[in-house]
């Protein structure tokens, strides 16, 4: 079964500084990637993904995540947050042979003024 | 505009009270499917349904039940819901291996 680590489950930053938000993955095989953010009270929306081409895939507010497969990694940055950048992050995993979409347990992103 | 209702947003129950929570989306996405989430373990699927009339569990499906009898309509039921089904649920469709679509959530509380 696939399984998803998003190895922080909290990342506290100032306002205007650059993060990384971390996710690895356990298989390499014709998988599909999403990072989605939550804000307080609302449902999941997507920032990026990643189904073929590019490795670099660029979303909404200034996100972008880079596929790597040799690390099973898709590690999501932005060069500077904002006030309005703090949510819940959410990375997952579709495909690999399985119908069922994996997620990871979150990562809450808290920026501070 | 693309989106996915349900209702109701909250809801409080009593243990043994069967349920329905209703989930509709006017994309006429082939893949739905329906989510708890949980302080500390993300997102967990429930069921999901690829088609009118075909449904599959999910990772946690003990204590539900779905059907999909037009493309448009997921209900979520619980027939006797007990106090480890409070949760926040959410309703998402898609089409299969893209962008899923959610749903804004209903927040359901089992005394």
């Known amino acids: 079964a696939q399984s998803v680590t998003q190895l922080d489950s909290q990342v506290p930053v100032f306002e205007e500084a650059p993060v990384e938000l971390r996710c690895n993955y356990s298989s390499s095989v014709s998988v599909y990637l999403f990072w989605y953010v939550q804000y307080p009270n609302q449902g999941l929306q997507l920032l990026l993904k990643y189904l073929s081409g590019s490795t670099l895939v660029k979303g909404i507010n200034g996100f972008e995540a880079e596929f790597n497969k040799s690390q099973t990694s898709f590690h999501l940055r932005k060069p500077s947050v904002h006030i309005s950048d703090t949510a819940e992050y959410f990375c997952a995993v579709w495909g690999g042979g399985s119908y069922i979409p994996t997620f990871g347990r979150g990562t809450s992103l808290i920026v501070h003024p | 505009e693309a989106q996915v209702t349900q209702n109701p947003r909250y809801l409080i129950t009593v243990t043994g009270k069967k349920l329905t929570v209703t989930c509709s989306q006017n994309?006429?996405?082939?893949?739905m499917s329906w989510y708890r989430q949980d302080p500390g373990l993300g997102l967990r699927q429930i069921y999901y349904?690829?088609?009118?009339?075909?449904?599959d569990k999910g990772d946690v499906p003990e204590g539900y039940k779905v059907s999909r009898k037009e493309k448009r309509n997921f209900p979520l039921i619980l027939e006797s819901p007990s106090p480890n089904q409070t949760s926040l649920y959410f309703c998402a469709s898609s089409s299969v291996y893209n962008e899923q679509f959610f749903g804004p959530g209903t927040r359901l509380t089992v005394l």
């Open positions: 994309m006429n996405h082939e893949y």
């Open positions: 349904s690829m088609n009118v009339e075909v449904t």
